[in-house]
């Protein structure tokens, strides 16, 4: 009863397992918003550019499908979330009508996309398998950086021209609280322990660190590499290791990504980089961090044992999100 | 409430009373409301479609009141968290008297903030009578230097740049590229003379030197050759830039590619068109700091019909920055939005890199200024060599050890 095409589907299959190891690590995507399309690097060939993807206009915030197949890219230009095929190279699918959309993330279940929708001030909630906008919820003007707890509960969501962080319910949508933060919040990044939330404040050259039970800013850490002015030090992106221990922050124009202590709140490190740091992404084991250069037009590859900067790579125009196969 | 609802049955309260009954029944306990008014006048020249011999368009038609709607779309989310609501109240009048009109009316109703949209001269004589009142006017499109010096006052904020800080960021990017000598081509307007002359004071400044100030006048006549040529009028002395002192953009339009040594043009006007490097407050095509964001929610209010300029900016910056303090004094008490405002370690978000924040000695709000062609942005001052001991944007405009201004 099997089927004549059975071995050819089995050979397909296992082509997908074994382009995924290819690679020690596995391939480097970078968005490059200016240049609409994704570089592919290969960290196996000290990271060459092994193929650029053409994808719809201005790709900027990249996240992979469960399977780490398709990369979900969101491009401003063309209001769509577009969808590329990885194996394939090139963009293959798109969910249309999602206006200049910025920053997005799925649910855990891989159900629902929540993304910051730039023209209405508002959140938007997408049906992954409909397609449709299932829930629209106001926020401020200019809504960027999305979080969503690991429980699905809330939906976190900043508001770059209102200075404030909107907590929305997972379930009903209902907004749960506006929190005030300071000057142009960017990007979200939980403690693993889920007590708190850090979110960048560009223009204020910090970090606030929100208590997730109060819901209030209760500490902030501003950061000011030597020789820069602090007008020049405007935070994006905010990553914290999954033992909790060690946070990292684009500095934007300061050309820095600070190393925090998350316990003790201490600066370790400034380490340089490329022009307008903002895209920061770690590999699975932690070992290296990729940032994307936004001025330079390269991406810095830092080793996280050592704290430097090893390597730049040049990619497209105005790299903004660094994914990684693994 | 109650009792004042019978008065919906008297026509002449009809249309007075039904908004504010509407509200109170939608919201309950009924919000406060904060009104910002926007006050100007209804036919005022800077405004008007700017036109050529043969009906070329210079400059299109504009009202800074868009600028102004744009930021009140801000005020919906900074009004859930507050629990008030905002209003807009645009009032273009006839006159100035009338416009005082309006203003009482206004004030007598409880607005304190006012968006004052009217040139130097008449914003001025409007202000200068309501010294001691507790309202907030903002400048949104008077450049003159003289409001932020002898004619200025404490409760006179100005979003739009002056002049001279205009010139300032022109003066930076030629010592910065190096271009020290300039040739000055002036009009024969008054407000020629204002621009060429508050150009080379900031060129002093910056280490520029003028040249020569050459004066052209717009005609024709081959009598007046030597002063309406642009080839006459550029030849015979040196330098590295011609800086076209022209408020109306329509000769300094043709002075590019027309000197006779090939240099760069430069120039600086009001509200008029760019001609070749421009120091402004906003311009369409910038393409950093989240800059492009505004300008699309700019072009979507005025449904794609014209771009931001500087006076739109300015109406903006005024109605956002109002908003962040009530945001930072967690209140829309009058005394502390105030404070809030004014206050030295405020970081306002302009769209412009640098956050801006309002000048103690003077009330203008510091600010980057934008160095654009007609469609491109080639740089922003302050540029980075220019320091300052205590603000960077302090190297844009009079300082506080150079001001005329007694608050």
């Known amino acids: 009863m099997i089927p004549r095409a059975a071995p050819v589907l089995a050979a397909l299959l296992l082509a997908v397992p074994q382009a995924v190891q290819a690679g020690a690590q596995g391939l480097v995507y970078v968005s490059n918003e200016k240049s609409d399309n994704i570089t592919v690097l290969d960290p196996a060939q000290d990271h060459r550019v092994v193929a650029t993807i053409p994808t719809c206009g201005r790709p900027r915030d990249m996240e992979w499908d469960p399977e780490k197949r398709f990369i979900y890219v969101a491009c401003a230009d063309d209001n769509e979330i577009g969808i590329v095929d990885v194996e394939k190279m090139e963009q293959v699918d798109a969910i249309p009508y999602i206006e200049e959309p910025e920053a997005f993330e799925f649910d855990h279940a891989f159900r629902r996309l929540f993304v910051s929708n730039e023209e209405d001030a508002a959140l938007s909630v997408v049906d992954l398998e409909t397609r449709e906008v299932i829930a629209w919820v106001e926020v401020g003007e200019e809504p960027e950086g999305v979080l969503v707890t690991p429980d699905d509960r809330q939906i976190w969501v900043t508001s770059e021209a209102a200075n404030l962080v909107h907590v929305i319910d997972g379930e009903t949508y209902e907004v749960i609280a506006d929190i005030p933060v300071g000057t142009r919040p960017r990007r979200f990044a939980m403690t693993p322990d889920g007590r708190e939330v850090w979110v960048s404040c560009e223009l204020a050259g910090r970090v606030d660190i929100i208590d997730t039970e109060t819901l209030t800013v209760k500490e902030s850490i501003s950061f000011l590499p030597r020789g820069f002015r602090p007008e020049q030090v405007t935070p994006v992106d905010v990553l914290i290791t999954k033992d909790g221990s060690r946070a990292y922050v684009a500095l934007g124009r300061a050309n820095h990504v600070a190393v925090v202590d998350v316990k003790s709140r201490e600066i370790l490190k400034y380490i340089l980089t490329g022009n307008r740091v903002w895209g920061l992404t770690l590999t699975k084991d932690e070992t290296v961090l990729y940032a994307a250069n936004g001025l330079s037009d390269d991406v810095s590859i830092i080793d996280t044992a050592t704290l430097t900067n090893v390597k730049s790579v040049p990619v497209g125009q105005i790299p903004y999100k660094v994914l990684i196969r693994e | ?407």
């Open chain 2, 1 to 407: 409430m109650r009792p004042f609802r019978l008065l919906v049955l008297l026509p002449l309260f009809a249309a007075l009373t039904w908004t504010a009954d509407l509200r109170a029944q939608r919201a309950q306990p009924p919000r406060p409301t904060v009104t910002v008014a926007f006050l100007g006048l209804g036919d005022d020249p800077r405004w008007q479609r700017w036109e050529t011999y043969a009906n070329l368009e210079l400059r299109e038609a504009m009202d800074p009141a868009d600028g102004a709607r744009v930021a009140m779309r801000d005020a919906r989310i900074v009004g859930r968290v507050l629990g008030v609501d905002f209003d807009l109240e645009v009032r273009r009048a006839k006159d100035l008297e009338a416009l005082r009109g309006a203003f009482e009316e206004l004030a007598a109703s409880g607005v304190r903030y006012f968006l004052v949209d009217l040139d130097g001269p008449d914003l001025a004589a409007f202000v200068a009578p309501y010294r001691d009142r507790e309202v907030l006017f903002f400048n949104v499109s008077a450049y003159d230097d003289e409001l932020r010096g002898e004619k200025c006052q404490a409760n006179l904020l100005h979003t739009i740049p002056s002049l001279r800080m205009l010139a300032d960021g022109l003066s930076q990017y030629l010592a910065h590229q190096g271009w020290h000598r300039i040739l000055v081509l002036q009009g024969p307007d008054p407000e020629d003379a204002e621009i060429a002359q508050v150009f080379a004071v900031s060129a002093r400044r910056f280490g520029n030197r003028v040249v020569e100030v050459r004066q052209f006048l717009p005609t024709h006549d081959p009598r007046s050759r030597e002063q309406n040529n642009v080839r006459l009028l550029t030849t015979g002395v040196d330098y590295d830039v011609v800086f076209v002192a022209d408020h109306r953009g329509e000769f300094g339009r043709r002075v590019p590619y027309a000197t006779v040594l090939a240099r760069p043009v430069i120039s600086m006007t009001e509200h008029g068109p760019t001609i070749g490097l421009q120091p402004s407050a906003w311009h369409w095509a910038s393409e950093r700091f989240g800059s492009p964001q505004l300008n699309q929610r700019f072009e979507r209010q005025v449904d794609h019909r014209r771009r931001m300029r500087d006076a739109d900016f300015a109406a903006w910056a005024a109605v956002r920055q109002l908003l962040e303090a009530m945001m930072k004094a967690k209140s829309a008490d009058f005394a502390a939005v105030r404070d809030a405002l004014l206050a030295p370690d405020a970081r306002l978000d302009v769209y412009k890199g640098v956050p801006a924040s309002f000048r103690p000695w003077d009330r203008q709000m510091r600010q980057p200024i934008v160095l654009h062609t007609h469609n491109a942005v080639i740089d922003y001052a302050p540029l980075p060599q220019f320091l300052h001991q205590f603000n960077v944007l302090d190297t844009l405009g009079v300082d506080e050890p150079d001001t005329a201004c007694r608050l």
